[in-house]
């Protein structure tokens, strides 16, 4: 008996001294536990696993760009350096075995199809996105940004509030309405359950992926958590079809041309109409993965945007002088009117634009992506071996030393001047990078700028973003609140 466990004991010795002093490949990070590897450091809750997102991130800036983990017996990579970034993500569009655990919920829409079918997927949507159609949002962007300020009044003066149970209903209205044409206004209760049914199905996937026995389909099929993404999934599922079909009834009675009557804000084209309209004339999709792309579509966008919305508030509001810089901006391009931002505004709106994009460097909303590495790759220090996971870390190359001494401070003005920014062009991951980027980008740069610019002719926001305790759930969110105020700005 003492024997076996001798030489069990030696073996996993032997085997843990091998993986952790193979030279080619990215050093370890340190915690390294026989026959676990770093899966002990995955205990706990979201807040820990966010402590750990940032420390493994620095530990890779430290390493040159990359550290390696193992969970169990399984190898991953973690990539911080820029370069590094858009060489994995430019050559594997395979997506790591995580974004499996979102397929039921999913399916094969664009953020977790495998790369042969996603590549013909993508070819086919990118025109829905392209600035053109864009164009044709702007209405709808500014009656919904005037939604959001309407729906804020309630606030204002009142001290420190939850602005999140705010915009992501906002979000998610703007997002039904706008990619998929549907009119899902004032239906509170129901965007409430199904914001929360997402919430928790996000939660859901981490904790499968925080529990290794849940790596199994047999235990995880067996399991609690399944049953009830099972029953989660079901009200999701529910929801979609019904746009879906409803959006079809709507087409077959032309109500969209009537639409178009009615009024200015039909003018735009939603992206679920450019994929009924290639799957009546082209076959191209079946209703399936018609469905697949509405969960997708409105998985991707909304919950991302709303983020982005409130780290806003939460960041101008901790920083007087630059509150102060977006509303000499907005008086010197709309003066006293409380009138529609056109796209002509939008292109003066340049230090709105800096702090959207310092926002999402300082904050990424998305802080991690991940790929499977269908080869292997050479990189500038070492070589990442082919069948392993790779996690990209946005976060980490928003704190990379090319974006200077400063990194680790919020300052919008950096982006104002060619000068101040990295002279490598791709330190800015927020939106991913490559190929394989995210396709609702420019959506949703126009749809938050605008949004931006209504509040802040609105309201005077005050925050404290160094309060501020972090979760990673898949997106990187607050767990302590927002601690936002606002005020009703006099006019
Ligand atoms: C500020 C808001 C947003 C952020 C921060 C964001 C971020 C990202 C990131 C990081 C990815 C890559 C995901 C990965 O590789 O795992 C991605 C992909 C994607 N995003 Fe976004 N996104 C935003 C808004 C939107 C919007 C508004 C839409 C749709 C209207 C959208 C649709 C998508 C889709 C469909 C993909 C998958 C693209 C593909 O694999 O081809 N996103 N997004």
């Not at 002088?321 to 529609?340: A, N, S, T």
């Amino acid at each position: 008996m003492w024997v076996v466990i001798l030489l069990l004991v030696a073996l996993a010795c032997c085997t843990a001294w091998w993986v952790i002093t193979n030279k080619d490949e990215p050093p370890a990070y340190p915690g390294y536990l026989p026959l676990i590897g770093h899966a002990h450091l995955l205990i706990g809750d979201t807040i820990n696993l966010w402590n750990l997102v940032k420390m493994i991130s620095y530990k890779s800036l430290k390493a040159e760009g990359a550290v390696s983990l193992w969970i169990g017996p399984r190898r991953l990579y973690f990539v911080a350096d820029p370069n590094d970034f858009l060489k994995i993500a430019n050559t594997c569009f395979q997506k790591d075995e995580i974004y499996e655990y979102a397929k039921p919920w999913v399916g094969n829409g664009l953020v977790t199809s495998d790369a042969l079918l996603w590549k013909a997927h993508r070819k086919m949507l990118n025109p829905a996105f392209n600035p053109a159609v864009l164009d044709g949002f702007i209405e709808m962007f500014n009656s919904q940004a005037r939604r959001l300020v309407k729906s804020l009044e309630v606030e204002a003066g009142r001290g420190p509030f939850d602005h999140w149970a705010y915009s992501r209903i906002n979000a998610l209205e703007t997002i039904c309405f706008g990619a998929l044409g549907i009119d899902f206004r004032n239906k509170n209760d129901l965007f409430n359950e199904y914001a929360n049914a997402t919430e928790e199905l996000f939660s859901i996937v981490l904790k499968r992926f925080q529990t290794i026995w849940l790596h199994s389909d047999f235990m995880y099929n067996r399991s609690e958590l399944k049953k009830r993404q099972d029953k989660l999934l079901t009200f999701v599922h529910n929801m979609s079809n019904g746009i879906l079909k409803k959006k079809k009834a709507d087409l077959l009675n032309c109500d969209n041309v009537e639409d178009k009557k009615k009024g200015k804000e039909a003018i735009f084209k939603p992206f679920l109409d450019l994929i009924l309209e290639l799957s009546r004339e082209q076959g191209t999709f079946n209703d399936e993965e018609i469905r697949e792309h509405v969960d997708t579509i409105i998985l991707a966008g909304y919950d991302t945007s709303a983020i982005v919305v409130t780290y806003v508030l939460m960041l101008v509001g901790s920083y007087p002088h630059i509150q102060k810089k977006v509303c000499e901006e907005l008086h010197e391009v709309f003066g006293d009117e409380d009138r529609d931002v056109t796209k002509q505004d939008l292109s003066k709106l340049v230090y709105i634009d800096a702090v959207f994009k310092e926002t999402m460097r300082f904050y990424p909303a998305a802080p991690v992506v991940a790929r499977h590495l269908d080869k292997d790759i050479k990189l500038r220090n070492c070589t990442l071996s082919k069948g392993k996971t790779c996690i990209l870390s946005v976060y980490g190359v928003h704190r990379h030393a090319v974006w200077g001494l400063d990194a680790e401070e919020f300052k919008p003005e950096r982006w104002l001047d060619p000068a101040t920014l990295p002279d490598v062009p791709n330190a800015f991951a927020g939106f991913s990078m490559g190929r394989r980027n995210c396709i609702g980008q420019a959506y949703a740069g126009m749809s938050i700028r605008i949004i931006l610019s209504h509040i802040f002719r609105n309201y005077k926001v005050y925050g404290d973003h160094t309060k501020m305790v972090a979760r990673f759930d898949i997106l990187l969110k607050p767990v302590s609140g927002y601690h936002v105020q606002i005020e009703k700005r006099n006019k």
